[in-house]
Each structure stands twice: as C-alpha cells, then as structure tokens.
C-alpha cells in the first residue's frame, strides 16, 4: 500500500483526492498496488466532507510519517509551498506539484533537493492542464531538440476571446461570465495581463533547452486591450485572435514573447476554443506535432497530477532525469524577431502611412479608420514606423 498526502484540499487538491479514490481501482491495476490518501493537509476543517477525518494542520503529521511516500502540493503560491516541498523531499518523499508560480521560480533547487535526497519531484499540472506536455518533453521527444514551441497555456483567456469571436461580446461582459463559470479568479490579473502563460512558457523554455528561463525575462502583454473591432479585421482575414506564447530555440539562447496573435485558419491552433489549451511543437528531427487537451478545470488538472502519483508510484527507489539546471538560459531580444503586423490608424493619417510604409492595401471596415498588414519586418523596425504615425490606434501581430 502506497500513502500519500495531499496538501491544500481547494479546487485542485479536492480534485487529486477525487481522482485517487473514485479510480482507485484503475489506478491499483496500472501501478500494481494500491494507493490510498492519508493525510490532507489544510488550515480548515470539513465537517461532513467523507474524507474530513484525513485533515491534519501541521505540515509535521506528514514529513514524520515514515508511511507516506509521496506528497502533492496543489496549495498553490510561493510561500509555504516552496518549504513544505523542500521539506518533504529532504524528508524522503517523492512530491508532485501543480504549482506553476513555484516551478517557475524554484524548480531547478526543488529538483537539486530531489538529486540529493534520492527521490523525484514531478510538475506535470503545473503547464498545459491535462495535457501531458512535459512528460511527452522529458520521454517520447527526448531524442529531439525542440526548436520550438508555440501554445495556447491560458484556459480562461482562451474562453475569453472564443466568446468575443463568435458571440460579438465586450471584454468585460465575458470575463464577468467567465468569473461566474469559475473559469476566471476574482482577481483575473494573472490569467488576463498574460502572467500565467508566460511562467507556463518560462517552464517549457527550461525544460527544452536544460537551462532555467525567467518569466520575468519574457515579454508579456495580456488581452485586455482586444475589442471588437479587432474581431471583425480577424474575420476580414479568415484568422482568430488568440494569446499565443513562443519559445524559439537557437544555439545562442532563446526568443520569447507572450501577446495576442492573429491566426490564420489553416493552423492548428485556430481552432482551439474554449478553455482548452494546445502546445504546438517542432522538432528538428519529429517536425512538427500538437497535443490538445482541457487547460483548465478541477479535474482535468488533478489527473495531471495523479499521472505524476502514478510515475512516482512505478519508480519508487528510481530517480527519474529531468536536464533542468540553474544555469542561465539566455533569452535574447525578442525586437528582433520577423513578422506580419496589422496596425489600424485612423483615416486622417494615410498620407503618414503611405510614407513611412510605402504602398499598403487598406483594409475598410470602418468610416473613421483602415487597417493594413505590412511587409515582415523586425519588431523594431516596426516599432520606429509606428511612432511616426501619429493616429496609430493599435497593432497586433500576425503568426507564422
């Protein structure tokens, strides 16, 4: 009989439980021996919650059990995550998170502290939901470099602009509806100013090159400024907007950027509404390959989780290699990038646009303004361009 701990019994803690017991059978079939929960740790008591009698308050009922062997962290934010997960791995037990803000920050010295203690510490839930994104990463692409990566890793964002798209809605109308779904937090900030995506695509960038890259090394730029008329030049141009993150893997560092996109319709990545999330992949040896999944939700992020259970179930005494060091990544200037822009400018500034851009094919939607797609240039010089166009009301980029 394995023992495990679940610390946090919220939204995803709750769920881990779920999964554990409601497959429980499954679960034995495939490891070969039971699992069983035997301590959830939270600040709360349960009364009447069929598992309020595995509620402890003390981290230290669990590290000095010499029964339990695995631990799950789903408490989420930095602190105490990050010393109950020290803790325990120096304690001897395996842990697996779903904590993307504390891989991002701490995976490389969790990992180390992992090494040294001889067990493993897992992070499957913390990119991608249910998809198993960095399993695929760390077995099955194992033989190829990953030149580079390309997702939609926000589930609320995503359910965002779906709405905005085929409904015609306002921002705020559908983040209030998503708030009320339970899709969006209170406090939206991280999922809709990109800082979700962007510590999910600082993880994946470690992963695929061995060296850590910093979210805050990333630009990062939300959706909050997306309206409806965006929408309809989008359609103009049979593409979707949608908050894509990119890591492009060279020999001298990687290029990342998190911002909305225009999409065209022959992507794969167009058609992913909703809250589900896809990492679109490309190996130098593979090509290219996508795997899609449910981003977000209770239970969808709880079976990344117990996937994580069952690894360190089938590897118990086993140390599982994950090349993630706390080397620097150097993460290079993403201004220097190549690509399409559209920018809408108003109408009293086509004589600044015809001379800084040359000739543009205009595209009329509305009395009051045009847009255009330039030429692929650099996000520099498309930058210097669009300062001298002085109604220039917004840009967004194209992808490839």
Same mark, same amino acid.
């Given at each position: 009989?394995?023992?495990?701990?679940?610390?946090?019994?919220?939204?995803?803690?709750?769920?881990?439980?779920?999964?554990?017991?409601?497959?429980?059978?499954?679960?034995?079939?495939?490891?070969?021996?039971?699992?069983?929960?035997?301590?959830?740790?939270?600040?709360?008591?349960?009364?009447?919650?069929?598992?309020?009698?595995?509620?402890?308050?003390?981290?230290?009922?669990?590290?000095?059990?010499?029964?339990?062997?695995?631990?799950?962290?789903?408490?989420?934010?930095?602190?105490?995550?990050?010393?109950?997960?020290?803790?325990?791995?120096?304690?001897?037990?395996?842990?697996?998170?779903?904590?993307?803000?504390?891989?991002?920050?701490?995976?490389?010295?969790?990992?180390?502290?992992?090494?040294?203690?001889?067990?493993?510490?897992?992070?499957?839930?913390?990119?991608?939901?249910?998809?198993?994104?960095?399993?695929?990463?760390?077995?099955?692409?194992?033989?190829?470099?990953?030149?580079?990566?390309? %997702?939609?890793?926000? $589930?609320?964002?995503? &359910?965002?602009?779906?709405?905005?798209? #085929?409904?015609?809605?306002?921002? /705020?109308? !559908?983040?209030?509806?998503?708030?009320?779904?339970?899709?969006?937090?209170?406090?939206?900030?991280?999922?809709?100013?990109?800082?979700?995506?962007?510590?999910?695509?600082?993880?994946?960038?470690?992963?695929?090159?061995?060296?850590?890259?910093?979210?805050?090394?990333?630009?990062?730029?939300?959706?909050?400024?997306?309206?409806?008329?965006?929408?309809?030049?989008?359609?103009?141009?049979?593409?979707?907007?949608?908050?894509?993150?990119?890591?492009?893997?060279?020999?001298?560092?990687?290029?990342?950027?998190?911002?909305?996109?225009?999409?065209?319709?022959?992507?794969?990545?167009?058609?992913?509404?909703?809250?589900?999330?896809?990492?679109?992949?490309? %190996?130098?040896?593979? $090509?290219?390959?996508? &795997?899609?999944?449910?981003?977000?939700? #209770?239970?969808?992020?709880?079976? /990344?989780? !117990?996937?994580?259970?069952?690894?360190?179930?089938?590897?118990?005494?086993?140390?599982?290699?994950?090349?993630?060091?706390?080397?620097?990544?150097?993460?290079?200037?993403?201004?220097?990038?190549?690509?399409?822009?559209?920018?809408?400018?108003?109408?009293?500034?086509?004589?600044?646009?015809?001379?800084?851009?040359?000739?543009?094919?205009?595209?009329?939607?509305?009395?009051?303004?045009?847009?255009?797609?330039?030429?692929?240039?650099?996000?520099?010089?498309?930058?210097?361009?669009?300062?001298?166009?002085?109604?220039?009301?917004?840009?967004?980029?194209?992808?490839?």
């Amino acid at each position: 009989m394995i023992k495990v701990a679940v610390l946090g019994y919220g939204t995803v803690g709750s769920g881990v439980v779920q999964v554990l017991q409601d497959n429980s059978s499954i679960i034995s079939k495939r490891v070969g021996e039971d699992i069983e929960v035997k301590y959830i740790l939270d600040l709360r008591d349960f009364p009447g919650d069929k598992n309020e009698d595995k509620v402890v308050h003390d981290i230290k009922v669990i590290l000095e059990d010499p029964e339990v062997s695995i631990v799950c962290e789903t408490m989420g934010g930095v602190r105490p995550a990050f010393q109950f997960s020290k803790d325990a791995l120096e304690a001897g037990k395996s842990v697996c998170t779903s904590n993307k803000e504390l891989v991002e920050n701490y995976g490389p010295e969790l990992l180390a502290v992992a090494k040294e203690n001889k067990v493993n510490y897992l992070f499957e839930a913390s990119v991608g939901g249910g998809i198993p994104i960095l399993r695929a990463i760390n077995t099955s692409l194992a033989q190829e470099k990953i030149e580079r990566i390309m %997702g939609i890793l926000n $589930g609320t964002t995503n &359910f965002i602009l779906t709405k905005m798209a #085929k409904e015609g809605a306002n921002y /705020a109308d !559908v983040l209030k509806q998503a708030q009320e779904m339970g899709y969006a937090e209170r406090n939206p900030e991280a999922d809709v100013e990109g800082h979700d995506a962007g510590r999910k695509i600082a993880i994946l960038s470690s992963l695929i090159t061995g060296k850590t890259v910093k979210f805050a090394d990333i630009h990062t730029e939300g959706i909050t400024n997306i309206d409806s008329r965006d929408f309809a030049y989008a359609k103009k141009l049979d593409k979707s907007i949608k908050l894509i993150a990119e890591s492009v893997n060279a020999d001298d560092g990687v290029t990342a950027i998190v911002a909305p996109f225009m999409i065209g319709e022959d992507h794969p990545l167009n058609g992913v509404n909703g809250v589900f999330n896809a990492v679109y992949v490309t %190996g130098n040896m593979l $090509g290219d390959a996508m &795997f899609y999944g449910q981003g977000a939700g #209770k239970l969808a992020t709880a079976s /990344a989780v !117990v996937a994580d259970v069952i690894d360190l179930a089938r590897n118990a005494g086993k140390q599982l290699p994950c090349a993630w060091t706390d080397e620097k990544c150097e993460v290079n200037d993403f201004t220097k990038m190549v690509r399409k822009f559209l920018l809408r400018v108003e109408s009293t500034s086509r004589g600044e646009v015809l001379n800084t851009f040359g000739p543009i094919e205009e595209i009329n939607l509305f009395d009051e303004e045009f847009a255009f797609v330039t030429a692929p240039m650099t996000e520099a010089d498309f930058n210097k361009k669009q300062k001298m166009i002085k109604n220039a009301i917004k840009a967004i980029r194209l992808a490839d």
